[in-house]
Every structure is written in C-alpha cells, then in structure tokens.
C-alpha cells in the first residue's frame, strides 16, 4: 500500500528557505500514471494547492506561489521535495504532499503532514 | 482562478440525519470535481471523484451529485465518524482550487 511521508525542519525564520522533503513508500515515484504534489494548511483554514511534479521534472505551481516555489524530484531516492523563498509568517501552516492521477488531478493519497512555523 | 464556494461553512446535524452540503463553481468544470474529508488533525481523505465515484472503501451512505458549476455531497444517516470538515475541489484547471470547507458538527 502506497504511503507519503513529509519531512521538513519545523521552526524556520523570517526570509529563509525551507526545504520539505516527502518519501514515497510502496511504490515508484516513476511511474507514468501520477503526479506528485503538495497542498498546505495555515493553522485553522483551508486546503491551498502549491504545486505538482511528475517523475519526468516537469512541473505546474499555483501563480501564487509560484515566484517563491520550487518542486523537484529524485528518482533515486523516490522522493520529491519543496522548496519555499524568503519566508514570512503567512506560510506558517502544515504541509502535506499527496498523489494525483496524471489525468485527472484529485489527490488519492496524503501523506500525513508537516508543521512549518515561521518565527523569528 | 476557478474560485470553489462552498455552503454552510458550518452544520448542525444529530446522528442519523441525512446532511447536504454545497459547492458552486465560479465557471463551468463539468463533472471534474472530488470531496474530500478532514479531521482535526490528520490529511484530507478522498470521498469521492468526478462530481458522483465512490473512492474505493468509501461507505455507501456519502453520494455526490453535480455537473457544471453546481454540486452537492450527501451523507445519509450520519454516523458519529462522519463529523469532520469537508472540502470540495476542482480539477478541470490550473491552479488546483479548494472550497472554503463545511464543518459537520453535533
């Protein structure tokens, strides 16, 4: 059974840039049927979508986000991580990384998340 | 952006009722919709996919029903494990667009 696990360094301060790492277990990253994502989760609100990968590099970011985001991936390590710039309060918030279908982009699989929290 | 709204944001409900909530879509996203479930303090569970397909280990009691802009996500005889937050979601575009969420509670 397919399982995503999130690691991340948990405190961060002001204008850093956190790197979050998600596992995949019980499968390959590689395969040509999914994507790879995250969404986060500021404390007490909803669901945003940050972005998606899949196993080739290529990518899709929320135009949000998107100046500040980088998603790649290591196919060795059948992992993806999350790069996030200049960090600020406001990206306080549990990160989680999930799975997609290539041609049809709900998220069948969650990994159980990550607190970043941004303080100084 | 495709902007989901979604209604109420807060329900009242007795274990046993049949509940319906609301998701309304700012263009058209024929039936490229899924639910999902959150309970405080764990990730989203996907309930169901393309505006009406059960995921797999779904009980049978959550039905979806929609196309278009307007959709809605039934839970008939509502059991204790069913209170949770519930989110809709679109998938015919980028970015990936989230629904405020609908909190089910006793």
């Known amino acids: 059974q397919l399982q995503l696990q999130e690691s991340g360094p948990g405190l961060v301060k002001p204008s850093e840039t956190p790197s979050l790492t998600c596992t995949v277990f019980?499968?390959?990253?590689?395969?040509?049927?999914?994507?790879w994502g995250w969404i986060r989760q500021p404390p007490g609100e909803g669901l945003e979508w940050i972005g998606s990968?899949?196993?080739?590099?290529?990518?899709n970011y929320n135009p949000s986000l998107q100046s500040r985001v980088t998603i790649s991936v290591d196919t060795s390590k059948n992992q993806f991580s999350l790069r996030l710039s200049s960090v600020t309060a406001a990206d306080t918030a549990i990160y989680y990384c999930?799975?997609?279908?290539?041609?049809?982009?709900?998220?069948?699989?969650w990994g159980k998340g990550t607190t970043v929290t941004v303080s100084s | 952006d495709i902007q989901m709204t979604q209604s109420p944001s807060t329900l009242s409900a007795s274990v046993g009722d049949s509940v319906t909530i609301t998701c309304r879509a700012s263009?058209?996203?024929?039936?490229?919709l899924a639910w999902y479930q959150q309970k405080p303090g764990k990730a989203p569970k996907l309930l169901i996919h393309?505006?009406?397909s059960l995921q797999s280990g779904v009980p049978s009691r959550f039905s979806g029903s929609g196309s278009g802009t307007e959709f809605t996500l039934t839970i008939s005889s509502l059991q204790p494990d069913d209170f949770a937050t519930y989110y809709c979601?679109?998938?015919?575009?980028?970015?990936?667009?989230f629904g405020g969420g609908s909190k089910v509670e006793i």
């Open positions: 999930a799975r997609s279908m290539l041609t049809a982009n709900y998220m069948d699989v």
């Open positions: 019980g499968g390959s990253i590689s395969s040509t049927t999914y994507l």
């Open positions: 990968i899949y196993y080739s590099g290529s990518t």
């Open positions: 263009q058209i996203i024929n039936s490229w």
């Open positions: 393309k505006a009406s």
């Open positions: 979601q679109q998938y015919i575009s980028y970015p990936l667009t």
